[in-house]
């Protein structure tokens, strides 16, 4: 299995305080994903990032923002949680985007009451 | 945009008879396939894609999946069910900006002894 680790695993935290959930591999892969869990919608794609500094935004970026400063890590963060981001997130990794083997962490289970 | 459909929310088969998830697609241009297993608890991980070539593809641990371009389907097979097959299985088409996955909403496999 490649080298992906999310950190923290279980968090639960309250309406309005910031949060980072934080991913890091060590399979040198240039590319790296957030994607959230929610009963009934499957996974749905956060922000991404194709390099060093470079992220775009995926289908549910709205009140989420990332990072990433070494290839080896990408930070999400909520800067302001709302109760409807609770939710179950995995960060993701492949060295080639073509061949759409992504490489999952165990997830980061996120409560915001 | 594409998008995945997969329209049985729950698959229950006895174990050592065939299985079918089923999923449908839709993509401008030749779709790149994917499917995943998730087991409880745990991140998803690649079982086959197809890119083109042959209409049956052959995966991890007894999987197969048949791409039918007239049908627009992509549907996971198993000659043999085990109970160990039990899990979520999301299907997932490639497209957007660097090769980013759409996934389904998953499909819960439950095998009975």
């Known amino acids: 299995d490649a080298g992906i680790t999310q950190s923290p695993r279980h968090k639960v935290t309250e309406t309005g305080t910031p949060v980072t959930l934080r991913c890091h591999q060590t399979?040198?892969?240039?590319?790296m994903y957030w994607y959230r869990q929610d009963p009934g919608h499957g996974l749905r794609l956060i922000h991404y990032?194709?390099?060093?500094?470079?992220?775009d935004k995926g289908e549910v970026s709205d009140g989420y923002s990332v990072s990433r400063s070494k290839t080896e890590d990408f930070l999400l963060t909520l800067e302001s949680a709302t109760s409807s981001q609770t939710s179950v997130y995995f960060c993701?990794?492949?060295?080639?985007?073509?061949?759409?083997?992504?490489?999952f962490g165990e997830g980061s289970r996120l409560t915001v009451l | 945009a594409q998008s995945v459909a997969q329209p049985e929310d729950q698959v229950n088969v006895a174990e050592g008879n065939p299985l079918t998830v089923k999923c449908t697609y839709s993509?401008?241009?030749?779709?790149?396939l994917f499917w995943y297993v998730q087991y409880p608890n745990r991140g998803l991980q690649f079982l086959l894609k197809?890119?083109?070539?042959?209409?049956l593809v052959k995966g991890s641990y007894g999987f197969e999946a048949e791409f039918n371009k007239s049908q627009t389907s992509f549907h996971l097979k198993k000659p043999s069910a085990l109970v160990s097959d039990s899990a979520l299985y999301f299907c997932?088409?490639?497209?957007?900006?660097?090769?980013?996955?759409?996934f389904g909403k998953g499909t819960m496999l439950l095998v009975s002894p």
């Open positions: 990032s194709y390099g060093v500094k470079d992220t």
């Open positions: 399979e040198n892969h240039r590319y």
């Open positions: 197809y890119i083109t070539g042959d209409n």
């Open positions: 993701a990794s492949t060295l080639k985007p073509s061949t759409g083997e992504l490489f």
């Open positions: 993509v401008s241009g030749n779709p790149y």
């Open positions: 997932a088409v490639e497209g957007g900006g660097y090769s980013t996955l759409t």
